[in-house]
């Protein structure tokens, strides 16, 4: 019976042994196989590398670039009643001292993230203490890149006149905002315009130069606290808005832009970019988090000033960017602005790729990237 059961055991491991390893791999998920997933769905596809003009732009990409940023974030939301009346106006500002990030990129990829810094410092002793978080994971390849960003902030504070009754100000740490975005990016100019190179820094801009870019990308953001977001005392001059608790939106939007490098004595550079936005803006008002509430929309004008200035060498990196949104949106009862501003430094340095990232890299990317 023993010799039975050997035998059986013995049989099927010969069997097992016998078989290719694409064989056995093609029976499991070809999903958690990225090499036989592109095999099988695109298996013509190979990527040609980026042929950059060598004159005005210089690539890194057997380097792993890594940099730490330290940015001051300010965010301010203003809304106003819908017609305007003198109490209806709520004027919301965050409270977040210094923020540290870490940004990793290696060829075509980069990822970063930021969190608030546990000083125990706040920004306005008067506001409520406010929390920031954000997570970014980006691709970019011949003049085209394509980011997924996560944001989330919590703690405002209403600063608006109207509320200095008993107190300087109404502070609300309750409030929550989120924010998911999908953006595209495409640069017709990416041969001698590097675009990318203010923030991934896995290539640098040679000699001066600019053109147009063209943006684009969808965006879900939800604003929510655990009372109405307008305070008791102004209640009465918003109408309908008056018990909202969320408002949740998802937009779609459309950005041409342009933008420029200036660089010079070789290493040093600065870059400029703006971009003036249209978004397609879809949302809705909810007093409880299960309401069915009937949606709106609405076409959003926004404008996306950048600005960077930074000293590149072969490994070392450093610099001061300056980032801004400004969105106006005329919506269902209230009208709504919003400002975020983003200042800070950042330093970096390229380091020789250990080979367990190169290889990950390699068994993980499409062919020829």
């Given amino acids: 019976m023993k010799f039975g059961l050997y035998s059986i055991i013995a049989f099927l491991l010969i069997e097992i042994i016998g078989q290719r390893p694409e064989a056995i791999a093609q029976k499991e998920n070809v999903f958690l196989h990225p090499k036989l997933f592109y095999k099988k769905f695109f298996p013509k596809l190979k990527i040609k590398p980026d042929a950059y003009d060598t004159l005005y732009i210089k690539s890194h990409p057997n380097y792993l670039s890594v940099s730490v940023h330290v940015l001051s974030p300010s965010i301010k939301l203003k809304i106003t009643s819908s017609p305007v009346s003198s109490g209806g106006t709520t004027?919301?500002?965050?409270?977040?001292?210094?923020?540290?990030?870490?940004?990793?990129?290696?060829?075509?990829?980069?990822?970063?993230?930021?969190?608030l810094l546990n000083t125990g410092?706040?920004?306005?002793?008067?506001?409520?203490?406010?929390?920031?978080?954000?997570?970014?994971i980006r691709y970019t390849a011949r003049g085209n890149y394509f980011q997924y960003?996560?944001?989330?902030?919590?703690?405002?504070?209403?600063?608006?006149?109207?509320?200095?009754?008993s107190f300087p100000y109404v502070k609300r740490p309750d409030i929550v905002s989120k924010e998911f975005q999908f953006e595209g990016l495409h640069n017709p100019n990416w041969k001698k315009y590097l675009y990318t190179g203010a923030f991934t820094f896995s290539e640098r801009q040679l000699k001066s130069y600019g053109g147009f870019l063209l943006?684009?990308?969808?965006?879900?953001?939800?604003?929510?606290?655990?009372?109405?977001?307008?305070?008791?005392?102004?209640?009465?001059?918003?109408?309908?808005?008056?018990?909202?608790?969320?408002?949740?939106?998802i937009a779609f939007r459309f950005s041409p832009g342009v933008g420029g490098n200036f660089v010079f004595h070789k290493r040093y550079c600065v870059s400029i970019a703006?971009?003036?936005?249209?978004?397609?803006?879809?949302?809705?008002?909810?007093?409880?988090?299960?309401?069915?509430a009937k949606g709106n929309d609405a076409l959003v004008f926004g404008l996306s000033?950048?600005?960077?200035?930074?000293y590149q060498s072969k490994r070392l990196y450093a610099g001061i960017r300056y980032e801004s949104e400004w969105k106006n949106a005329d919506l269902r009862s209230i009208h709504?602005?919003?400002?975020?501003?983003?200042?800070?430094?950042?330093?970096?340095y390229r380091f020789n790729t250990p080979s367990i990232v190169r290889k990950v890299y390699k068994d993980t990317m499409p062919p020829g990237m």
């Fill in 91 to 115: 004027s919301f500002r965050t409270n977040i001292p210094d923020i540290a990030g870490l940004s990793v990129s290696y060829r075509f990829i980069s990822a970063g993230f930021a969190f």
């Fill in 121 to 136: 410092m706040q920004a306005n002793k008067d506001y409520a203490p406010s929390a920031y978080r954000t997570a970014t």
């Fill in 149 to 165: 960003k996560y944001v989330r902030f919590k703690g405002l504070t209403d600063v608006s006149p109207a509320t200095k009754v």
């Fill in 215 to 249: 943006k684009g990308g969808v965006y879900f953001t939800e604003i929510k606290g655990d009372s109405a977001l307008i305070a008791p005392n102004k209640q009465e001059y918003y109408h309908n808005f008056s018990q909202v608790r969320i408002i949740r939106s």
């Fill in 274 to 292: 703006v971009f003036p936005s249209l978004d397609l803006y879809f949302y809705k008002y909810l007093e409880r988090p299960d309401e069915k």
């Fill in 305 to 310: 000033p950048k600005a960077s200035f930074g």
């Fill in 336 to 348: 709504t602005k919003t400002v975020s501003t983003y200042l800070g430094i950042e330093f970096g």
